[in-house]
């Protein structure tokens, strides 16, 4: 059953395209196996906040037995993962490090099972005794990167635990059937199969809980995203106010002129986008070179109220800034 439809974003960068196609294509074969499942739950970039810290989920799979979270990643050349499980990928002949998908997941992970604590209650309507356990922490716990078909992954040196988690879109599917294992038989679940697994009830309430979370801190609706200068209004008009953001590594938006990061306010002009001090009136734009390979070919992305900073190089991301005031990242 799918809950949550992908919001897409219209760019004609080619570095958003391919990222948007490879998140399109790998919610295509969710919709297409998955959308008659009742007992399988599906959510497509989905959003949660816990305590100023939020996470975005490229696909969440939700079954009986457990959760299973998903990485898109559009990678046009060669992959290869150290013993380290360091990345790095070639762009146009060249090699460049990437940031690990699957570390990515596991932030995403450890902030949707401490949401998911916190409301237990509400999810669990009721106390059950016997060999069920009101809890998440012993459910069935996986994570997945979803690379584009046409991507080369070098299996031969890459640690087989993280090959594993590594497939290409198209077999995406056959692999999620592999890890759930589901049988529909309640004799075969209480008998053979010793996973906890989540009641009908209970498993409705875990994605109608998702899905009213994520609603609710996604109100503003998508607007496309126009990178090209030639094309974006003379006349700056404002974005958002009074607005702080914090990336996961600590990275900080600040004033050039006094240095502060509070009370600033996000703009979008000739230039592109941009933050205003109201202590001082200075400009700054949102674009900087990139954290992970010091490029300079970076460029700034707006989904809803989260701005991005994308590589073009080394295709990394970094959430920059977020309306919600003081709101941590982990992207």
Known sequence: MILREKDYIQSTHPQIAAGEKQEKDVAFYLRREFKNEESILILNDLRINVD?????????????????????????????????GEWTRSLNGKWSGMPSPLMQAKLQRDLLLKFLIERRDSIYESKFLGLIPQGFGGRQWHSLCAVSSNAIVERDEIPEEISEQVVKSEFLV??????????????????????????????????????????????????????????????????????????????????????????????????GYYVTC??????????????????????????????????????????????????????
């Open 174 to 271: 056959a692999k999620l059937h592999e890890i759930m294992n589901l049988n529909n038989s309640i004799i075969k679940k209480l008998i053979i199969d010793e996973r906890p697994w989540f009641s009908a009830a209970v498993l409705t309430n875990i994605g109608n809980v998702l899905l009213q979370h994520n609603n609710s801190i996604c109100k503003e609706a998508l607007k496309p995203v126009n990178e090209l200068q030639g094309q974006v209004p003379v006349t700056s008009t404002p974005e958002s106010t009074n607005t702080v953001l914090k990336s996961s590594n600590d990275t900080v938006i600040k004033c050039k002129k006094c240095h502060s990061d509070a009370n600033l306010t996000a703009n979008y002009g000739r230039y």
């Open 52 to 84: 100023g810290e939020n996470a975005q989920i490229d696909h969440l799979v939700v079954y009986p037995y457990g959760f299973i979270l998903i990485e898109s990643k559009s990678v046009k050349g060669e992959i290869k993962v150290n013993k380290h």
């Open 278 to 331: 109201s202590s001082c009136s200075c400009n700054t734009s949102m674009k900087s070179k990139c954290q992970s390979c010091n490029s300079s070919q970076t460029r700034v992305q707006k989904r809803k109220d989260i701005y991005s900073l994308i590589c073009n190089e080394c295709d990394s991301t970094v959430d920059i800034f977020l309306v919600s005031k003081g709101a941590k990242m982990i992207s």
